[in-house]
């Protein structure tokens, strides 16, 4: 799509401190499939290169803002919304990197799919030790998304993109959860529409111990759960657990450590609480995805637990799903093969935008 005057995708990237990396994220947008787009990247208050290689880059869609003093990633993003003109807005963190037909993919099914309000994509994961590492599988269906939501993000910031309007209705990152600012955004635009993910790898997820989201995990936890209960308790989900129930539902999906003498209770909360996802998608595929999902987190705790609680979950992930031990494995399968596949693609767009 040539370049108009009026973008299709307006692509935020705030930016501080990301001097080893921010050439090859912003790189990576400009060689895009999808040309009509602008770039809008702030940055916010870094004491390193950063803004001199974003300066140094030469393209009349890329639009910089530079500011000597932190506000804070929500605020920078919130600042970006309201310079963005295009139809669709795709959000990058300055340390991650898009394949070439990522934008084009995704906006190509939000123009087919005026239900949706927001499509993501599955992620390799990059290590900056060791290299494009593991193939990170996300929900693909609605029903499966909406289940992962009352746990944790569902898609994967970087790799989302989402319909502008949403925004200009008013939707906002909130400073309130700085670890967490996406988890919370997703809660927020599921109220508006559906949502999916492809079930392609067309974003490459960087990983290293600068990250706030490493350095400060403790309360990124704490963000999550917060906004967890929030999404678990909210009257428009339909009825489910409350209260303390619905602090057990969350830390058996949130794979979060549950006292022996609540497992029982938990488990109770956790099915009561996928009654609600399976009420409202009966007869539904996505029903199905979502209940090999909720059943393989029972899995994968039982087989961390001692022998009685190991028991219990079993029992409760094949009550939620009697295929999950065959499923789980064919799921786990795939995922080995797909990383295989995609790997060593995404190795090579690594070096050359590390020689761009």
Request: with cysteine.
């Amino acid at each position: 799509m040539a370049p108009t005057s009026t973008p299709l995708v307006s692509v935020l990237v705030t930016a501080r401190d990301n001097e080893r990396h921010v050439g090859a994220a912003l790189t990576s947008v400009l060689r895009q499939t999808l040309t009509s787009l602008e770039l809008l990247v702030v940055d916010d208050g870094s004491a390193d290169a950063t803004p001199a290689i974003v300066e140094s880059l030469r393209d009349e869609r890329l639009r910089f803002v530079r500011f000597p003093e932190s506000r804070g990633i929500s605020a920078r993003r919130n600042e970006l919304l309201e310079r963005a003109r295009g139809r669709y807005v795709a959000p990058l963190d300055a340390d991650d990197v898009w394949l070439p037909d990522r934008l084009e993919r995704h906006v190509r099914l939000l123009e087919s799919r005026p239900d949706l309000v927001a499509v993501g994509s599955d992620v390799l994961v990059v290590d900056d030790g060791v290299g494009v590492g593991r193939y990170f599988r996300l929900p693909r269906s609605d029903a499966a998304i909406r289940w992962n939501c009352l746990f944790t993000s569902p898609l994967i910031h970087s790799a989302s993109t989402i319909r502008a309007s949403a925004f200009h209705d008013g939707v906002r990152y909130d400073p309130a959860y700085p670890l967490a600012q996406d988890y919370d955004l997703w809660t927020k635009l599921l109220r508006r529409g559906r949502s999916e993910n492809l079930a392609v790898p067309l974003t490459l997820y960087r990983v290293h111990s600068a990250q706030a989201s490493q350095r400060r995990a403790c309360e990124r936890r704490a963000e999550q759960e917060r906004i967890g209960l929030r999404a678990i308790e909210d009257p428009a989900g339909g009825h489910g657990p409350t209260g303390d129930r619905a602090r057990l539902a969350w830390c058996l999906g949130a794979a979060m450590a549950v006292a022996d003498e609540e497992l029982e209770d938990a488990i109770d909360a956790y099915r009561e609480l996928f009654a609600r996802i399976e009420s409202a998608y009966r007869g539904t595929s996505g029903l199905r995805e979502a209940r090999r999902i909720a059943a393989t987190t029972l899995l994968r705790r039982a087989g961390l637990a001692a022998d009685a609680a190991a028991w219990a979950l079993r029992r409760a992930a094949l009550a939620i799903d009697r295929r999950v031990t065959v499923s789980a494995v064919a799921v786990r399968a795939a995922n080995i093969a797909a990383g295989r596949r995609y790997r060593r693609p995404a190795a090579r767009l690594l070096a050359d935008l590390a020689e761009a």
